[in-house]
């Protein structure tokens, strides 16, 4: 990321935050995360990790985490961050994870919300759903991408259905590290 993109990124911001394959997805088949870690790690991306003060994800993404808990496609960077996460759903599990909040309701709401949680720092937005949902609304301020070199085949995509509105994006900056490309996107309103 080029010295200029560093200093327009403000802290506080809504950011959808996605590894994606060349192809495009999000996640392979049966919503599989554990191929971000054969190219990347949570040492990669400090200053993302830096910059987050709060979780927001929908209940897919937290049944993947719940899933591969103990892998570190099962935590927060790799378990390398700890702070306030929050599930948009509306059907909360019997027995959840302690320390994370479930909300209900509206995304707007679910995003001031967690967006209040974190501070002076990032909001984070994971999951096709709930993002596309934030995009759809425009509630995002960012989108970060990690860019994987790995075709998926299958998989989740991050945007896109018969009633996602066209979202304008302006680059704010790029860096290379080995074989993953970060890039960032500031969304125009």
Not at 61 to 66: A, F, H
Not at 76 to 88: D, H, I, K, M, Q
Not at 110 to 121: F, L, N, P, R, W
Not at 156 to 165: K, T
């Amino acid at each position: 990321m080029t010295a200029t993109a560093e200093k327009s990124v403000q802290a506080g911001n809504v950011v959808v935050q996605v590894a994606m394959s060349l192809d495009g997805f999000i996640a392979g088949p049966e919503h599989s995360m554990d191929w971000v870690f054969e190219f990347t790690t949570p040492e990669d991306v400090p200053d993302l990790i830096q910059a987050t003060g709060a979780m927001l994800s929908g209940r897919n993404t937290y049944d993947v985490g719940e899933r591969d808990a103990g892998k570190p496609s099962g935590e927060a960077y790799g378990g390398a961050w700890n702070g306030p996460v929050f599930v948009l759903t509306h059907r909360p599990p019997d027995n959840p994870r302690p320390g994370v909040t479930f909300l209900s309701g509206d995304v707007a709401g679910a995003v001031a919300t967690a967006k209040h949680a974190a501070g002076d720092k990032d909001l984070i937005v994971l999951g096709a759903d709930v993002a596309s949902q934030c995009l759809e609304r425009g509630l995002v301020d960012e989108v970060q991408l990690m860019m994987l070199p790995v075709l998926l085949g299958d998989g989740v995509r991050l945007y896109g259905s018969d009633r996602a509105p066209r979202v304008n994006l302006e680059s704010a900056g790029s860096k290379q590290s080995g074989d993953v490309t970060f890039l960032r996107y500031r969304v125009t309103k």
